[in-house]
């Protein structure tokens, strides 16, 4: 059975799956879809209380937590929405122009 | 054991005998008796098959897609509007490679608003990348249904397959058909068992990803091998249902093609109309034949031109409209089909029968006598014409 991760754009398609359909899941993982982002979020770690309620509400599971501490962001896949910064009380998350991640 | 059905009983019928796991259910004229009869044998408890009703049909084929995908097998029925209001899902079904099986009643598409027959609305969806298999009456109606599953089914294949028949004419008369003991029916069709589908938990399955145009031309020249495979998947099945039933189907029917000159190319069950001016014709010593075209997908574009290699005119008989200006769709494929041939016979389209509107023996007769008279003055006259519409008497 062929993985996600076996397949590219040089795959031949004797190799490729019926339909594209993939045998396993969380593939999305592999993909960098972070170049889509027109607006980038900033995290000000000083201002971050770790209250985790930015984690639930990005929709791209883009915010990584570790030992209860959020991280700055996953910037691969990150589309820059601002959803976070929104739902941040605390100011600790701000929109700058550009996809760029400093 | 013989029985007294209509079309829609007798797909029906088929449909509880096969016990499938799922139906998306949505009625509309003609094709309504299907899902109506199949409720009944749900609700007798004679079906463990989960019948789901939707809203349109739009979502009738996307709860076919969904549960197709899930690794149930999942059968559906519609006609006319219902089958254009499918149409984004034909193709989602086709492409994401899901074997469900659509019974399509055929009748005319609106508008003018008309519930009679003809087949543009099977012929819309022709590019679809489904299957599609057209019964001349009751008894193929009720075959073709029972070797949809094992065709599209098959890892060659890998796709849906729509079994269509004509609207009233086949789907609401009653003919005494021939039917199958239900075990051997299942014997026959199986089990479905797709090597991946969502509800498989070793290997969790994502359908119908998001083809960016690196991977996009590839899946579709897949899906089109897959149609051209199923070609000889067809005619295995036929084979083998042939040993249960003792009844012969091929990708078309020849009807007295043997030494015939002058024949007729057509879909449906005009063809018994036909059949019935054919024998006429011969005993007066015309020697004219008819093929039946069975399987329209994947066409069977050689085994045609072979079959009509020796014939000296034909006329291609087209039950939808197609708005080509260059004639029907089953003439398209049939003059394409014939380029290849070194010596080809003259041929014509004639667009018949549109909403309901008669097909008789004289009709029939009409044309082969255009064919004897192109044959006798090698003059066409003009290729793409309709016949049984009303119109002024030509001045002289």
């Not at chain 2, 007295?256 to 010593?285: H, N, P, W």
Request: contains cysteine; glycine residues 8%.
């Amino acid at each position: 059975m062929i993985h996600a991760k076996d397949i590219n754009e040089h795959t031949p398609l004797e190799d490729l799956t019926p339909g594209g359909e993939i045998y396993e899941s969380g593939t999305a993982r592999a993909v960098d879809t972070g170049t889509w982002r027109t607006d980038t979020p900033v995290f000000i770690a000083e201002a971050c209380k770790h209250c985790m309620l930015c984690v639930p509400f990005c929709p791209d599971s883009a915010i990584p937590v570790k030992d209860g501490k959020r991280l700055d962001f996953d910037f691969m896949h990150c589309k820059g929405c601002g959803i976070c910064v929104t739902v941040c009380p605390f100011a600790a998350i701000k929109m700058v122009s550009g996809g760029e991640n400093e | 054991m013989s029985k007294c059905l209509s079309g829609n009983e007798a797909v029906a019928f088929a449909m509880k005998q096969i016990n499938p796991d799922v139906m998306g259910a949505f009625p509309i004229t003609p094709s309504t008796e299907i899902p109506e009869y199949f409720a009944k044998y749900v609700a007798n408890g004679e079906v463990n098959t989960e019948y789901v009703t939707v809203e349109s049909e739009h979502s009738s084929m996307s709860v076919c897609v969904a549960a197709e995908a899930a690794g149930a097998r999942s059968v559906c029925a519609t006609s006319s509007c219902g089958l254009a209001l499918m149409y984004e899902i034909l193709y989602v079904a086709a492409s994401d490679r899901l074997p469900i099986t659509l019974a399509c009643v055929n009748r005319a598409l609106s508008g003018p608003i008309n519930i009679n027959n003809d087949h543009s609305d099977s012929m819309g969806a022709r590019d679809t990348g489904w299957i599609q298999i057209y019964a001349e009456n009751n008894q193929e109606a009720y075959d073709n249904f029972l070797m949809a599953m094992p065709v599209g089914e098959n890892p060659s294949v890998r796709l849906p397959v729509m079994t269509c028949m004509d609207g009233f004419i086949t789907s609401h008369a009653v003919e005494n058909i021939e039917l199958l003991e239900t075990d051997a029916v299942r014997s026959f069709v199986g089990e479905y068992s797709p090597e991946n589908y969502l509800l498989k938990k070793e290997n969790p399955l994502s359908v119908g990803p998001y083809d960016i145009s690196a991977y996009y031309m590839e899946h579709k020249v897949m899906e089109a091998q897959a149609m051209k495979n199923a070609k000889a998947r067809i005619l295995e099945v036929a084979a083998e249902f042939e040993k249960i039933s003792g009844r012969h189907y091929g990708l078309f029917e020849e009807y007295r093609m043997e030494d015939a000159e002058l024949a007729m190319v057509l879909i449906g069950s005009s063809a018994g109309t036909a059949k019935a001016t054919v024998d006429k014709l011969r005993e007066d010593g015309v020697k004219a034949g008819l093929i039946k075209i069975r399987v329209f997908r994947p066409f069977p574009g050689e085994e045609l031109a072979q079959a009509l290699s020796k014939t000296k005119a034909v006329a291609v008989m087209d039950k939808s409209e197609g708005f080509s200006a260059n004639g029907g769709p089953l003439f398209a494929e049939t003059r394409s089909a014939l380029y290849d041939l070194k010596e080809r016979p003259y041929l014509i389209d004639i667009v018949y029968g549109l909403g309901g509107r008669d097909f008789k023996t004289e009709d029939a007769e009409k044309v082969f006598e255009r064919l004897s008279n192109i044959v006798a003055t090698s003059e066409t006259g003009p290729v793409y014409s309709h016949m049984g519409q009303r119109e002024r008497e030509a001045k002289e």
